[in-house]
């Protein structure tokens, strides 16, 4: 389904991502893994456009998706929850959801996914009306993914969606990924420092460090690595 092969990216002169190579295959939750600066979300930026490459390839559905402009590759199916929730402060939990389905024109199906939406995350159904700055981290979280969820992407890219959640809601939204990558048969490519988590909900990882792959494999099995163990799992990076 999608396939980055030997991508290189550089902000200005400094590198991001050296010769990365992952792959992702429908149906799947891959994760990525990593300390701050390994080039987690600098993966996500390439897929999504917000960065070129500069050399390399990425190939979605049998397609190229490098050099496309950002809207294009929404439409393709792609949708990402970028790190921070980055919410429309001042507008409504309904605004802000209705704002992922902007390349959209069919009436009844955004109505549709709407309700999906808030059938999955029952705290935006009791927030509808209020403004996104009043709602807590965790329900900013929902209402992000729902709102990535109202283009109907094929891939959901999620970037750090544990970073400052409470620890009893981190296992919801956990359980909110499963259940959507299920459900919605979405596939889901999720960047998190929250190893544990990310690896106990993921069918496989990638582990990076200063802009290269330096481990990969059955998430499962790489939680018994003594690697993984020592850099990722004794304190999660």
């Not at 002169?13 to 992952?22: M, R």
């Not at 429309?88 to 009844?108: C, E, Y």
């Not at 998430?219 to 018994?224: A, G, K, T, V, Y």
């Amino acid at each position: 389904m999608l396939s980055l092969d030997s991508v290189e990216l550089y902000y200005d002169h400094v590198y991001a991502l050296k010769g990365v190579s992952i792959d992702l295959s429908e149906g799947e939750t891959v994760a990525l893994i990593g300390a701050n600066g390994a080039g987690k979300s600098s993966i996500l930026r390439a897929i999504t456009g917000l960065r070129r490459i500069r050399s390399g390839s990425i190939t979605y559905m049998g397609e190229r998706l490098d050099g496309r402009p950002a809207a294009e590759i929404v439409r393709r199916g792609i949708a990402m929850v970028p790190e921070g929730r980055r919410v429309f402060p001042l507008m409504s939990v309904r605004d802000n959801l209705l704002m992922g389905a902007f390349t959209r024109t069919d009436k009844a199906g955004i109505a549709q996914t709407l309700e999906s939406v808030l059938a999955r995350f029952p705290r935006l159904r009791e927030r509808f009306g209020q403004q996104a700055s009043t709602l807590s981290g965790g329900e900013q979280q929902m209402m992000v993914i729902g709102r990535a969820l109202m283009a109907r992407p094929r891939l959901l890219l999620l970037d750090e969606p544990s970073l400052g959640i409470a620890p009893r809601l981190v296992q919801d939204i956990a359980r909110a990924i499963v259940a959507i990558s299920r459900d919605e048969k979405v596939s889901v490519l999720l960047v998190e420092q929250n190893s544990r988590m990310a690896m106990s909900i993921s069918n496989r990882t990638y582990a990076l460090s200063t802009g290269q792959v330096v481990l990969s494999g059955n998430s499962r099995e790489l939680m018994d690595d003594d690697r993984i163990k020592a850099a990722y799992l004794g304190g999660d990076l």
